[in-house]
Every structure is written in C-alpha cells, then in structure tokens.
C-alpha cells in the first residue's frame, strides 16, 4: 500500500512527490514503527533479562510490549491515509501533524 500525502507545492501529476517532507515523514514513521514492532515480535526468541536493581521483566510485561507495538504499527499505518485526507482539505496543518504523530509515539 502506497503511502501518499498531500504536499502541494512538491505535487507533480497528482502525486505527491518523494520530496514532500510530510510523506517522507509519514514512511520514516510506519518504518519506525514496524521495526519497534519486529523488536517486539524478536521477545518471542530471545531470553527474557535477568532481574537487576532497575530492570523487572515478567511474562505479562512481555504480552503488553508486543501488543502496545502492534497497536502503535497499524495506528501508523492508518494515519499515513487519514492525515493524508486532513491535509488536502487543510483541517491539519504542518504544526500539528508534528503534534499528532508526537502524540501518538510517546
């Protein structure tokens, strides 16, 4: 699935264009996510840390971190297409694109 958004001074032939910094950012942020996830996922076969002074991890916390990245991953992916809407018709501007993916990744 492509991942476009508006940029109207970078459109050429109704795409955006790879220059455009909101579709770079909105790549670089399903691209982070996905490896936050796939960093998850590696939970499943590596060994779980021993417990230290600052570091607990039990199984439950291991369930938790893999379904708060998957969550985090298809939010992304989703917000790719919808932002992409809220763009063209100029509801979002760049300000708070920058808030609405800070939101959402802290």
Do not use: K, W
């Amino acid at each position: 699935m492509p991942l476009r958004l508006s940029c109207d001074s970078n459109r050429v032939g109704g795409v955006c264009s790879p220059r455009c910094p909101a579709t770079l950012t909105a790549r670089l942020n399903v691209v982070a996510s996905l490896a936050t996830f796939l960093s998850a996922l590696s939970l499943f076969v590596l060994e779980r840390p021993q417990p230290g002074p600052y570091v607990l991890v039990d199984d439950s916390q291991h369930r938790l971190h893999r379904a708060q990245h998957l969550c985090r991953f298809t939010t992304s992916i989703f917000s790719a297409s919808y932002i992409a809407h809220e763009l063209e018709t100029g509801r979002l501007t760049r300000l708070y694109l920058r808030f609405y993916h800070a939101m959402y990744q802290t």
